[in-house]
């Protein structure tokens, strides 16, 4: 299977004979709404009486869901979370996982391209380009401005598979 992203906007996954092809409409709305659709799924969510949050995309929001849990609820949340090796939890996610990440230079200390902190990750983008534009108007994000897709069948560089390792030590503290 090889996935192939040029096609702005879709992903286009294909079998090793060309027979089994898959096409992915992916986000393309501004990164402002998509944030605040975000936003409001959380407080939706943490509103509701659910009991549990577990897995994606729950542990990419933590400090969001701590923050507005906090503020909408009596309660105090209960944090259960599992400890891995930053190392093998690296090799394991490049090697069995596709990836959505936040870029490099928008992640938390410029660390490495990571899968956590991604309202953190739109925040410190959308901070970057303020009056960037030689007429001083905001540019308009889109999602795959900030954010890359990165395929389980593709060679990734040992500089990679460090940032991954720094993103989850830093997200295990």
């Not at 060309?18 to 986000?27: H, K, M, Q, S, T």
């Not at 936040?102 to 902190?117: I, P, Q, R, T, V």
């Amino acid at each position: 299977m090889q996935d192939d992203t040029s096609g702005g906007g879709k992903i286009v996954m294909t079998g090793e004979d060309d027979e089994n092809r898959i096409v992915l409409d992916l986000c393309t709305m501004s990164l402002d709404d998509w944030a605040q659709d975000i936003q409001r799924h959380l407080s939706t969510v943490l509103q509701s009486s659910i009991v549990g949050l577990f897995d994606t995309p729950y542990p990419l929001l933590a400090s969001q869901v701590l923050d507005l849990t906090t503020k909408l609820r009596a309660t105090p949340p209960i944090i259960a979370m599992t400890e891995r090796d930053a190392a093998g939890w690296a090799k394991s996610r490049n090697r069995n996982h596709n990836l959505m990440l936040c870029k490099k230079e928008y992640s938390y200390e410029a660390l490495g391209a990571s899968e956590f902190d991604i309202l953190g990750c739109v925040e410190r983008a959308s901070g970057s380009v303020i009056g960037a534009n030689e007429d001083d108007k905001v540019k308009v994000l889109h999602f795959w401005d900030v954010f890359e897709y990165r395929s389980r069948f593709e060679e990734v560089s040992s500089e990679f598979r460090k940032g991954l390792e720094l993103q989850m030590e830093h997200h295990q503290r």
